[in-house]
C-alpha cells in the first residue's frame, strides 16, 4: 500500500473514532446557552493527546453535571418515566417524551418565579385572579447525574432558564418535589430558580451570567444573554485555558522539553504539582458557600471573573466564615445560622472548602493536607472519587501514628469504630437527603457530652441508645456538670433525634439507618424512633430519611451484640416518652438547600 494512501485509511480511521466519542451535536433549542470557547480548548480538544485521562474523567459525574437534553438516550433504563404529571399550586405541569426529545407543558416558569419572588402566595388563578398562559416548549438543559435529575425549561428573555418544580431521584427511581428533596421548613416561601443564577457557577466552565435587571409595573424583572465555554465540569474547570497549551504542544521539540522538564507546560495547570493551599481552591471554586468581592462583574463574567486554577481564590471570592460580621446586607441568601453550626462547622454538604480550611491538618505548614492527599479525578471510583488503595485508615496514616489514648484502644478492637473518619470527619453536613462527612477535621467532644448536641457528635451517632453514664465511663470524665434537662438514664442519640432541630433530627435519623449502627443499638429503639419521624414529623426531608432508614432496618439481619443493655433499655423507654421529646423538640426554622 502506497504511504499517501495509508495516511488517508488512518486519517479516516480517526475521524470514525472521533465520531463516535464525540456525536454530531443537535441545533440549539430556544434558550440554550451559546457556548464559545475563546481561549478554552475545550474537553474533546483534550482527547487527542490525553485519552486516559479523558477517559477517566469521562467515567466521573463531573463529566456529565450538566447535559443538553437533546443529548442524552431518554430510551434507556436509567431514564425517569415518562411521562411525569403532577400539579403544582393548583397548575398541572408535566415532563413527555415526543419524537425522542423532552418536552414540558405548564405555566410558564419564570412569571410563576416572579410571583414568588414578590411573595404573591397563595398561588391559584382564583386567588390571584391572573392569567397564567400555559406553553409547551422543550427541556433545553438537565443537570445532575449521580444523585437525581433537574430539568431547565426556557423562561421568557433571552437565555434564561428556570427549573422545573420537581426532580428524578435516580437511586429511589421516584420523582419528587424539588423543595421536598431539601432541608425546608414546611410554611417556606417556594422558589423557582434560574440556572443563569445559580448552577451556572459550577455546572458549566466559563459561565457568564451576563445579567440585566430591573422593575416594571412593580414587579421584578431579570434576564439574561448567557454564555459558557463548555457545559459540565470539565478538564479546563482544574486545568485552566489549555488553547496555547495544546498549540505550544504541537511542536514536537515543546513536547520533548516538556516531558524533560527543561520546560513548563504553557497556558495550562497541573493540580499535582501546586502547593496543597493552591490545588484545594481549584476545589473549593465550587466545593464553597462564599460571597463575590465584586458582585457586580459576578453577575456578569461569572467564573471568568478573576480566577483561574493556581490563582488564591480569596482574592475574588469572600468565603464565609461562621459568625461573619463584615457581609453587607443581601449579600448571601441564606441566613448564616442555616450554614453554620454553634461551633462555627459548616452544616451544607458540598460546601467541603469551608470545613477545611478551618481545620489544623490543613493550615500546619508545608506538611498540610488539601483534597488531592484523598482524592483523585483520574485514579479513583467515580462514587467519592477516592484514590485507589486508600482506605480510611491510611488517609490519616499519611500523617499520623496510632495513637494510644483510651479511647483509641477501644475502637481498635472495635467494629464499626475502627477507622479514623467516623471520630474525625463525622457525618455532620447535609445534603442529597444524608449525612455527608463533615471536611472540618476535628477531635469529638468528650467533656459533658450531653449538652453538646449541635451538631450531632460523634461518639452519639454511633452509639445512638446510650446514655450519659456510659460516654462518661468509656471517655473517663469524673468531673460530670450537670444541665441535661432530661434524666441521666435518656439515651442521647434518641432524645436529639426526636428533640433536635431539623438538622439534628435528618443526620441522626439517616445515622440510625446504618447497618454498622445498627448492630451496637437497640434496633426496636430505634424502629421506635424513626416510627414517630417518619409519621408526625413536620419536615418532608425529615420524615422521608426516616421512612427509608425504616425500611433498611426492617431488611438488616444485624444483630445488638449487648443483649443486657436492649433488655433494660425498653423498661425505660414508652412510646408515650418518645412523642413527648418529639413534642417539645427545637422548632426554629431550618432551611439547607444547594
Known amino acids: 500500500m502506497h504511504i499517501p494512501s495509508l495516511l488517508a485509511g488512518l486519517s479516516l480511521l480517526i475521524v ?3 465520531a463516535l466519542h464525540f456525536p454530531a451535536k443537535n441545533s440549539p433549542l ?3 446557552p451559546e457556548q464559545h470557547l475563546n481561549e478554552y480548548l475545550g ?6 493527546c490525553h485519552p486516559s485521562e479523558f477517559s477517566s474523567w469521562k467515567s466521573s459525574y463531573h463529566s456529565s453535571m450538566t447535559r443538553l437534553a437533546t443529548e442524552i438516550d431518554w430510551q434507556t433504563e436509567e431514564s425517569p418515566p415518562l411521562p411525569f404529571e403532577a400539579n403544582f399550586h393548583d397548575y398541572p405541569v408535566s415532563i413527555r417524551l415526543e419524537e425522542g426529545k423532552l418536552r414540558y407543558r405548564g405555566p410558564r416558569l419564570q412569571t410563576l418565579g416572579q410571583l414568588f419572588i414578590n411573595h404573591s402566595i397563595p398561588l391559584n388563578q382564583h386567588a390571584l385572579n391572573f392569567d397564567i398562559a400555559t406553553v409547551d416548549q422543550d427541556v433545553v438543559l438537565i443537570t445532575g447525574s449521580h444523585h437525581y435529575l433537574a430539568f431547565w425549561i426556557n423562561g421568557e428573555s433571552h437565555e434564561e432558564l428556570r427549573l422545573f418544580p420537581f426532580v428524578y431521584l435516580l437511586k429511589e427511581k421516584i420523582w419528587l418535589k424539588r ?6 421548613p414546611p410554611d417556606a416561601l417556594e422558589t423557582i430558580p434560574r440556572w443563569n443564577a445559580n448552577c451556572i457557577q459550577c455546572h458549566a466552565l466559563a459561565g457568564q451570567p451576563q445579567q440585566r435587571e430591573g422593575y416594571e409595573n412593580g414587579l421584578f424583572w431579570e434576564s439574561y444573554d448567557t454564555e459558557v465555554a463548555e457545559f459540565g465540569i470539565t478538564c479546563e474547570a482544574c486545568h485552566g485555558p489549555s488553547k496555547e497549551h495544546a498549540s505550544s504542544m504541537r511542536s514536537p521539540f515543546q513536547r520533548l522539553a516538556a516531558r524533560h522538564q527543561e520546560a513548563r507546560h504553557p497556558g495550562t495547570v497541573n493540580p499535582q504539582e501546586l502547593s496543597a493551599a493552591r490545588s484545594t481552591a481549584i476545589c473549593g471554586q465550587c466545593h464553597s458557600y462564599f460571597s463575590p468581592r465584586s458582585p457586580d462583574e459576578w453577575w456578569t463574567s461569572g467564573h471568568r471573573f478573576g480566577f483561574e486554577p493556581g490563582d488564591d481564590l480569596g482574592a475574588t471570592r469572600q468565603i464565609l466564615k461562621p459568625h461573619e460580621t463584615s457581609l453587607r446586607e ?3 441568601q441564606a441566613p448564616l445560622e442555616s450554614l453554620f453550626w454553634q461551633d462555627g462547622s459548616i452544616r451544607v454538604g458540598g460546601r467541603e472548602y469551608n470545613g477545611i480550611i478551618q481545620s489544623p491538618c490543613y493550615s500546619k505548614g508545608e506538611n498540610s493536607i488539601g483534597c488531592l492527599s484523598c482524592h483523585s479525578m483520574h485514579h479513583s471510583d467515580p462514587n467519592d472519587q477516592l484514590k485507589e488503595d486508600l482506605s480510611e485508615k491510611s ?5 499520623h501514628q496510632a495513637p494510644n489514648s483510651v479511647a483509641h484502644q477501644l475502637h481498635q478492637q472495635e467494629s464499626p469504630g475502627d477507622n479514623c473518619l467516623a471520630c474525625h470527619m463525622p457525618k455532620t453536613t447535609f445534603a442529597l437527603s444524608k449525612g455527608i462527612r463533615a471536611h472540618q477535621i476535628s477531635s469529638p467532644v468528650t467533656e459533658n457530652i450531653s449538652n453538646a448536641s449541635e451538631p450531632p457528635q460523634a461518639c452519639v451517632l454511633c452509639h445512638l441508645d446510650q446514655e450519659t453514664s456510659f460516654f462518661d465511663e468509656a471517655l473517663g470524665n469524673h468531673n460530670k456538670q450537670p444541665g ?3 434524666s441521666a438514664s435518656t439515651p442521647l442519640g434518641i432524645y436529639w433525634a426526636l428533640s433536635g432541630n431539623a438538622a439534628i433530627r435528618a443526620l441522626l435519623a439517616d445515622a440510625m439507618g446504618s447497618p454498622e449502627v445498627a448492630s451496637i443499638n437497640s434496633t426496636e429503639a430505634l424502629k421506635q424512633t424513626l416510627d414517630i419521624l417518619a409519621t408526625q414529623d413536620e419536615y418532608a426531608a425529615v420524615q422521608r430519611i426516616a421512612a427509608r432508614s425504616l425500611k433498611q432496618l426492617e431488611n438488616s439481619s444485624a444483630t445488638p451484640t449487648n443483649k443486657r443493655h436492649r433488655k433494660a433499655l425498653s423498661s425505660k423507654l414508652s412510646k408515650k416518652r418518645m412523642e413527648s421529646w418529639h ?3 427545637d422548632r426554629r426554622p431550618i432551611t439547607i438547600s444547594e
Open 16 to 18: 470514525a473514532i472521533g
Open 30 to 32: 430556544p434558550g440554550e
Open 43 to 48: 474537553s474533546k480538544g483534550c482527547y487527542g
Open 179 to 184: 423543595a421536598e428533596a431539601f432541608l425546608q
Open 330 to 332: 443581601g449579600e448571601v
Open 395 to 399: 488517609m490519616c496514616q499519611q500523617c
Open 484 to 486: 441535661f434537662e432530661e
Open 583 to 585: 413534642q417539645q423538640r
